[in-house]
C-alpha cells in the first residue's frame, strides 16, 4: 500500500517511532517494504532522545509518555499592584525544588512567541506574522508539580541596520545575548517552511551559539506541517547541526534501487551504525571529523543503479572552540544536543518538547511563585496584544509608527476591566488605514485583541481603541 507522501510532519514523526520497533526505519515516496525485508537492528530499550524527533528518525522506539501534562496555568492579574505583589512574593518552593531557565532564540518570525504561549498554556506574549513583535525579553513561568521553567521569550536576533530602519529600541540588539547569559537550555527555532533560509542558521544565532558553547542547546524544527516534502528534514538535519548531534557524526547515504522492469523506487534506510550511548551530563561541542557526505541528493533517473540509503552515526572527534573565521565557513551548529520537530502554531509534538524540557530541570530553589505565569505587567501585556493586531492589519512599516498611550484602565464592580487606548499615528493616511471604511479595521483589532486579553487576564474585558494624529 502507498505511503502518503504529504504527510503533517507531526503526524510522521509519530508514525517513524511505530515502526521503528520492527527494524531500521525504511522511507519511501512510492511504498512501505513489507516488515520480513527490514533488517533486524540491535537498539537500546530506553535513550535519554528516543522521544525526540532525532531519536524517531534513526529508529529508536519511544517511550511511553506517563501522565497526560494537565494544562491550567493561572491567568495573569488585572491590576499593576497585584502583579507586583505576586512577583515580590517568596516562591512556594515544593520539598525538592527543581528549575530550568529556557533561552528560545532564532531569526525573527521564526515563532519563539508562539512555542512560548503554547507551553505555558496561555497567550502572554504577541504573535504576528510581521517581524519584530517581541521588542524586549520577556519571561513566562511554567509551573508542574516540584518543577519550574522560566521561558526567557526573546527577539529575534537582529542587526543595527534592521534595528534604525525599524524604528526599534536597541535593546533588541542586547536582549537576545543577556537572555543567553542566564540559561541553562537553549532552544535555536528555524521556520523550514522558509526555504530562503531554512537551510543554515543566521550569522547572529551561530555568533550567539559560540559565544556560550557551555550551555546545552537544542535544534527545534518548527512549521513542519508546511513542509510539503517531509524528507528535506533529513537533509535540513545535517545542514543544521553540522551533520553532527550530541557527539555523535550523521551521514545520509541516499539510495534508489531502480530496475527496467520496475518504475518504484527503494525506500530512504536510516539506522544507526552502532546503538547511541547514554547522553552525558553536560553538552560538550564536538569536532565533526572530516568525511565526505556520499550520496546525499535524491536523483530521479531510471537508470540510477542501487547503492545503500541510511543515515548512521559515529563517534565525533575532540573539542573545539569556534571562532569567528570557523563560523564564516559554518551553515549550522555541531554541538546540538537534541532535535525536535513540530508545529508550535497548532501544537503538536508541543508537549513531547515540553516532557523533555521538564526531565533537564536540575535541583534548585524556584524563582518566581507558582501563581505567577509571566513577568510582564497588566500593562504592558494589553499593549503586546494590541500592537500584534495593528501588526497585522497595517500594511508596510505604517504599525512601525504607532504610539500607544492607555487613557483608563478600571476594574468594574462584578471583575470586569475597562480599557481605554488611544493610537497616535504620524500621518492623517496612517490614520484612515487604521480606521479602516466605516470603522471596520479599528472595530476587528479591538475584538480581537479583546479576546486576547479576556484569556490572558480570565475576566471580561470591554475594551475601547481611539484613533488621533500625532501632536
Not at 510532519?9 to 520492527?22: L, P, S
Not at 519563539?112 to 504561549?117: A, D, F, G, H, R
Not at 536540575?362 to 499593549?383: A, M, N, R, Y
Request: glycine share 6%; with cysteine.
Amino acid at each position: 500500500m502507498a505511503a502518503p507522501v504529504a504527510i503533517a510532519a507531526a503526524r510522521a514523526v509519530r508514525w517513524v517511532a511505530r515502526v521503528a520497533a520492527a527494524g531500521p526505519l525504511l522511507l519511501g515516496p512510492a511504498r512501505l517494504l513489507e516488515s520480513g525485508a527490514l533488517r533486524a537492528a540491535a537498539l537500546p530499550t530506553r535513550w535519554s532522545g528516543s522521544n525526540s524527533a532525532l531519536g524517531s528518525i534513526l529508529g529508536i522506539p519511544a517511550e511511553k509518555p506517563g501522565d497526560t501534562l494537565g494544562q491550567h496555568p493561572p491567568p495573569v492579574a488585572t491590576s499593576e499592584e497585584e502583579q507586583k505583589r505576586l512577583l515580590r512574593n517568596q516562591p512556594d518552593q515544593p520539598q525538592n525544588p527543581k528549575v530550568l531557565r529556557i533561552a528560545i532564540i532564532g531569526a525573527p518570525n521564526a515563532g519563539k512567541s508562539t512555542l512560548s504561549n503554547q507551553l505555558l498554556g496561555r497567550k502572554v506574549f504577541p504573535v504576528s506574522k510581521k517581524v519584530h513583535t517581541t521588542r524586549c525579553k520577556a519571561r513566562g513561568v511554567v509551573t508542574y508539580e516540584d518543577t519550574q521553567l522560566v521561558i526567557l521569550d526573546t527577539p529575534g536576533l537582529t542587526t543595527p541596520y534592521k534595528v534604525k530602519r525599524h524604528n526599534l529600541d536597541k535593546a533588541m540588539l542586547t536582549d537576545p545575548w543577556d537572555s543567553m547569559k542566564h540559561a541553562d537550555l537553549v532552544l535555536v527555532l528555524v521556520d523550514v517552511s522558509d526555504h530562503w533560509t531554512r537551510n543554515s542558521l543566521s550569522r547572529e544565532v551561530l555568533k550567539c551559539l559560540s559565544r556560550f558553547p557551555q550551555i546545552p542547546s537544542v535544534l527545534v524544527l518548527n512549521k513542519v506541517d508546511l513542509l510539503k516534502n517531509k524528507f528535506l528534514l533529513l537533509q535540513l538535519v545535517t545542514e543544521l547541526t553540522e551533520g553532527v548531534v550530541n557527539g555523535k557524526k550523521l551521514e545520509v547515504r541516499s539510495a534508489f534501487k531502480q530496475d527496467s522492469s520496475s518504475s518504484a523506487k527503494s525506500p530512504h534506510q536510516i539506522t544507526w551504525a552502532s546503538p547511541p550511548e547514554n547522553r552525558a551530563p553536560e553538552s560538550h561541542c564536538l569536532h565533526e571529523a572530516d568525511q565526505a557526505q556520499e550520496g546525499s541528493s535524491l536523483d530521479n533517473s531510471s537508470d540510477k543503479r542501487a547503492s545503500e540509503s541510511r543515515l548512521v552515526t559515529e563517534e565525533a572527534q575532540g573539542p573545539k572552540d569556534y571562532g569567528p573565521r570557523d563560523l564564516k565557513d559554518m551553515k549550522g551548529w555541531p554541538c546540538f544536543q537534541e532535535i525536535f520537530m513540530l508545529a508550535a502554531l497548532h501544537g503538536e509534538e508541543v508537549d513531547t518538547l515540553k516532557r523533555y524540557l521538564l526531565m533537564q530541570a536540575k535541583p534548585g530553589p524556584w524563582e518566581f511563585h507558582s501563581g505567577v505565569l509571566t513577568s510582564q505587567s497588566p500593562q504592558e501585556i494589553c499593549d503586546n496584544l494590541i500592537r500584534e493586531k495593528i501588526l497585522e492589519y497595517l500594511p508596510l512599516e505604517v504599525p512601525y509608527g504607532v504610539t500607544q498611550v492607555t487613557e483608563l484602565w478600571e476594574e468594574g464592580p462584578s471583575g470586569e476591566l475597562f480599557i481605554v487606548q488611544s493610537l497616535l499615528v504620524p500621518r492623517k493616511s496612517h490614520m484612515m488605514m487604521l480606521i479602516g471604511r466605516g470603522g471596520k479595521v479599528i472595530s476587528r483589532i479591538a475584538q480581537e485583541a479583546g479576546q486576547d486579553l479576556m484569556n490572558a487576564f480570565l475576566c471580561d474585558v470591554r475594551l475601547k481603541l481611539k484613533v488621533d494624529l500625532k501632536t
